[in-house]
């Protein structure tokens, strides 16, 4: 197998779409792989595109769930990967992964050439890595692996804004492996999902740092006019994932009615502080009228 085929299964697997690939089933599963001369091989590359995005859908969300418990775990099974489980509710209760993807993919604008010129900064670094790759995803035919290569590539490209919750799955997902190559196989769709607290702290580490060796590769192998700026980016989305993360948590986002511009049911982020624990607050005596009977105010 050429060198360049092998870096393209590594950079798959190791951004979480080999893996969740052949996890979903409907891709590069036990059918789709039995039927290799078939659609995945030879047939309409949009067929491919069209079974992929969904499946991106899917690792994002679970690269997503294993981020915001970071912030706020809770008894889920995301918390205790990661070492941190607590009895109360956290973050998947709060409904965070969905506020994160609604504010990446409808609030941040992402130009789908930025995306493209990340991810190509992301595959360039991957040599030297020495990643090992299980049994199950360095099996899998070299037919299947470039049509999904070539499928990612296609949704890279497009015309249309690329959801900043896909790219910054790869991202995590990338430097997931970095920290603790073991990543790349087992629970979960992502690697990230797979990395104990403190190992995903480390990760957060190779993006924030004043000279992480990942934003330092991206810099070398992006395109202009992203040189410089895509660095700058990726610091800054570090600290605003866990800022968004704790913010979805604790706010009242899932449980509140735009028709009726109230909460329908106390917020996992009341329960988690104790605010307003008899209900709404409309005032306290102590501040009706003036405060301590003063009727007016001198210079």
């Known amino acids: ?64 769930n294993g981020l915001v418990v970071m912030t706020c775990p809770g ?5 205790q990967a990661q070492g941190t489980p607590r009895s109360e509710p956290g973050a998947m209760e709060a409904k965070a992964t969905d506020f994160m993807i609604a504010s990446l993919d409808d609030f941040v604008p992402f130009p789908d050439r930025f995306g493209g010129a990340l991810t190509q900064g992301l595959a360039a ?19 299947q692996v470039r049509t999904l290569d070539d499928a990612l590539s296609t949704i890279l ?34 690697p990230f999902s797979r990395l104990s607290f403190e190992e995903k702290c480390r990760a957060f580490e190779q993006l924030e740092g004043p000279t992480p060796s990942l934003v330092a590769t991206l810099d070398g192998n992006v395109p202009e006019p992203f040189t410089e700026t895509l660095s700058g980016t990726l610091r800054f989305l570090a600290g605003a994932l866990l800022e968004f993360s704790a913010y979805g948590s604790y706010n009242e986002w899932s449980v509140y009615d735009t028709r009726a511009k109230t909460v329908v049911r ?34």
């Not at 015309?159 to 990543?183: I, K």
């Not at 917020?267 to 988690?272: A, F, K, S, T």
């Open 75 to 79: 008894p889920d099974a995301y918390s």
């Open 266 to 299: 106390r917020p996992v982020g009341w329960e988690l502080t104790g605010y307003q624990p008899d209900g709404v607050v409309h005032g306290w005596d102590e501040f009706k009228g003036y405060y301590q009977g003063r009727k007016k105010v001198t210079n």
């Open 125 to 143: 670094g991957l040599d030297g890595t020495g990643i090992e790759l299980p049994g199950q995803l360095a099996g899998l035919p070299l037919t």
């Open 157 to 190: 490209r497009n015309d249309a804004t690329l959801p900043l919750s896909t790219v910054v799955a790869m991202l995590l997902n990338l430097t997931a492996t970095q920290v603790n190559p073991a990543s790349i196989n087992g629970a979960f769709l992502s």
């Open 1 to 64: 197998m050429a060198n360049e085929d092998v870096g393209r299964r590594a950079f798959l697997a190791r951004i979480g779409v080999l893996g969740a690939a052949v996890a979903t089933g409907g891709l590069l599963g036990p059918a789709a792989r039995a039927q290799v001369s078939g659609a995945l091989s030879s047939g309409p590359l949009d067929d491919l595109i069209a079974k992929l995005q969904p499946v991106l859908a899917e690792l994002a969300r679970d690269t997503l």
